[in-house]
């Protein structure tokens, strides 16, 4: 079982500012260590019967300590002010549901989160002295957010974006760009790449 070799802190630890970053670092670390079905379903361990086997008896004692791996992980990925908010928590997933409701919020919450990042999103434009480098970096963060959130936005939504949103010196490239290819079948680093 992969699961022997955890370390006993995982390499991040959730202060409440980067939650969204760390749910999706957990999530990997998690399943790297099979160990994200154990957070996601919160069944209770099946009693033994009366006269076990050694398998069942050892399958019931990996169980149990998959458990405690979980939880205890969680326990230790949180700063020491949010661990009180979980150190009530019996189970992992209880612990992650709890940050996930405190930090995310409920779905209405989550919509609202979405609808204003779009809205900020669709006013983005690239500032004179920036880099298309630092606007692409931009662009990603305003689009995993989201995607962080439940919604996603398509390549070709993206690309579309782009080129209104360019200031007046991309205009030639711009145009160039749109007679040799095809916009809407391009990525955003490929639209990036040739601008």
Request: proline content about 4%.
């Amino acid at each position: 079982m992969t699961s022997n070799n955890l370390p006993l802190n995982p390499p991040f630890t959730c202060t409440g500012e980067n939650d969204q970053t760390w749910s999706v670092k957990m999530q990997a670390f998690f399943e790297a260590y099979e160990l994200w079905e154990t957070v996601t379903d919160d069944k209770p361990l099946v009693a033994l019967p009366a006269n076990p086997t050694l398998a069942q008896i050892k399958s019931n004692n990996e169980e149990k300590a998959k458990k405690s791996k979980v939880k205890s992980l969680m326990q230790n990925a949180v700063a020491d002010s949010m661990f009180y908010r979980i150190i009530a928590c019996k189970t992992a997933k209880k612990a992650w549901d709890r940050l996930k409701e405190e930090y995310q919020g409920n779905d209405r919450t989550r919509q609202m989160q979405v609808l204003n990042l779009k809205r900020e999103f669709e006013s983005l434009t690239m500032q004179e002295d920036e880099t298309i480098s630092k606007y692409a970096d931009r662009i990603s963060l305003f689009v995993n957010n989201i995607g962080l959130l439940g919604e996603e936005f398509t390549d070709k939504q993206i690309v579309e974006k782009v080129p209104v949103t360019l200031p007046q010196r991309f205009e030639f490239k711009i145009s160039s760009l749109e007679e040799s290819k095809d916009l809407g079948k391009l990525s955003l680093s490929e639209l990036m790449s040739a601008l």
